[in-house]
């Protein structure tokens, strides 16, 4: 499975912006798909997860309300609906995925920068 972020940009705080993370490959064996972030000088910190087949989903509490995942099977496609930016949602958001149920996820694509502007 190859991933590719893409929809980030340059919004102001309180703006709402939608990324999507296209998957290509043998995404049958694809169990669930995450979006993360980090920003400069910090980790990679979890945002939200989506199993594949049930779409069942699982948030970061820090963002719990403002962002959604979903996804569409027919295009092969995660999204993460963020809303209500603000400028500490600054960073570069990646989407990966795991191949087994509660599984690290080893196939990350390239990443996507949000900025936000105060």
């Known amino acids: 499975v190859q991933l590719q972020a893409s929809g980030g940009g340059l919004v102001q705080a309180g703006d709402s912006l939608r990324l999507s993370c296209a998957a290509s490959?043998?995404?049958?064996?694809?169990?669930?798909l995450a979006w993360f972030r980090q920003a400069p000088g910090k980790e990679r910190d979890f945002l939200a997860s989506?199993?594949?087949?049930?779409?069942?989903?699982n948030y970061a509490d820090s963002v719990k309300g403002r962002f959604t995942i979903s996804r569409d099977r027919a295009k092969n496609t995660v999204y993460l609906q963020m809303s209500t930016l603000k400028p500490e949602d600054t960073a570069v958001y990646y989407c990966?995925?795991?191949?087994?149920?509660?599984?690290?996820?080893?196939?990350w694509g390239q990443g996507t920068q949000v900025t936000v502007s105060s």
């Open positions: 990966a995925a795991t191949p087994s149920v509660g599984g690290a996820f080893s196939i």
């Open positions: 490959g043998p995404t049958r064996t694809t169990s669930g």
């Open positions: 989506i199993r594949w087949s049930t779409g069942g989903t």
